[in-house]
């Protein structure tokens, strides 16, 4: 059973950290390619008088601006995704012991303190151990500096010892880690700090048809779902839960083998 906090208990220094993103930090993240994109709409505008590929182009460019900045809001505004209340459903009995993988943006170990008061929790950081880092992930780091009690990570190396989690929470995290044999050592040392039974909750968008026509060429920075499906069969886990968060965010529940769950 989940842990409640007590009466009389200090407020969770949680309360005071700063909000989560919405749509208008992802077009501070992302300004550059928002600039191109109007700049580009403007253009085949002007253009577009003499030569129809133009407009066409403009009516393009226009359609992913207006798009990506309706799905953001949509997801980082609107959704329950950042609340954290849909955890209770896909884990009924709460996190337990849990990892919370994070790339340099870590906007989910807060809330899931204040919601699981009595879990254990660890941080870990992949962020200076990424061969490659967007500039937007850069500029979305300098906001929303790394917690003082996250543990810098690799991807062949998580902390803790074989079996010390009921949970691992990745959300946004492991589509950063774009060699795919990074990916690979993520899941086998989830797979290894799990215990029998325990599950990986991976939080991602993923490059398909809804978030292409959201996003654009920008959903290509998204792994595909086949591609987390690879992973996870590779490491050993099975997936027993897969849903949508604002049709545009997918949640994937894989468990490790052994144990009740």
């Not at 919405?22 to 077009?27: D, L």
């Not at 959300?171 to 040392?189: T, Y």
């Amino acid at each position: 059973m989940r842990a409640r906090p007590r009466p009389g208990s200090a407020v969770p220094r949680e309360e005071t950290t700063p909000a989560p993103s919405g749509a208008r930090h992802v077009v501070a993240y992302n300004w550059p390619m928002y600039v191109a994109g109007s700049a580009a709409t403007l253009a085949g505008v002007l253009l577009g008088r003499r030569r129809r590929a133009a407009w066409a182009g403009a009516a393009v460019a226009g359609w992913w601006l207006g798009a990506s900045l309706f799905a953001s809001h949509r997801v980082y505004d609107r959704s329950p995704l950042h609340g954290w209340g849909w955890l209770d459903t896909v884990l009924p009995a709460g996190p337990g012991r849990h990892l919370v993988v994070s790339a340099g943006l870590d906007e989910a170990s807060a809330p899931l303190r204040a919601r699981n008061p009595g879990a254990p929790q660890t941080v870990a950081d992949l962020y200076d151990a990424l061969p490659e880092i967007e500039s937007s992930l850069r500029r979305a780091r300098r906001r929303v500096p790394d917690r003082s009690e996250s543990v810098p990570a690799r991807a062949d190396r998580l902390p803790g010892g074989d079996g010390s989690y009921d949970t691992v929470i990745a959300p946004f995290a492991v589509h950063e880690l774009r060699p795919a044999p990074d990916r690979e050592a993520l899941f086998a040392e989830c797979a290894r700090v799990l215990r029998p039974g325990g599950a990986l909750v991976l939080v991602e968008h993923c490059r398909n048809a809804a978030n292409t026509v959201a996003y654009g060429p920008g959903a290509w920075h998204f792994m595909p779902r086949a591609e987390w499906l690879r992973l996870a069969a590779l490491s050993g886990l099975d997936m027993v839960d897969e849903r949508r968060i604002a049709g545009l965010v997918t949640v994937f529940v894989f468990r490790a083998s052994g144990g009740a769950g």
